[in-house]
């Protein structure tokens, strides 16, 4: 299982950082068929298919993504990390 850790700085409050992880999960959910779920301040993402998962923790100040790729994907990791991190500080800089 490949595993990606990207975490990154943030401005906003809590409940503002939330909002903006529930309408991204909200788009992958509708494109990709993951399920999310709160777990206190940690989203805990899952594909209905393949084995990814992931999480999602904002902190006061701080935000962490943990992705966990089945080993069939691991070849196309850095691709999603760049991905991923690129549209995270997309995110944090609007």
């Not at 401005?11 to 909002?19: G, L, Q, T, V, Y």
């Not at 069939?72 to 997309?90: G, I, N, Q, W």
Request: hydrophobic share 50%.
């Amino acid at each position: 299982m490949a595993r990606i850790h990207i975490q990154r700085t943030h401005r906003r409050s809590i409940s503002a950082m939330r909002r903006v992880a529930e309408d991204v999960a909200r788009r992958i959910e509708q494109r990709h068929a993951v399920s999310w779920h709160w777990l206190g301040d940690t989203m805990e993402l899952a594909a209905a298919a393949g084995g990814a998962r992931g999480s999602v923790t904002i902190g006061d100040g701080d935000v962490a993504i943990e992705i966990h790729l089945p080993l069939a994907l691991s070849p196309v990791r850095r691709m999603v990390e760049r991905t991923v991190a690129a549209k995270l500080d997309a995110l944090l800089a609007a």
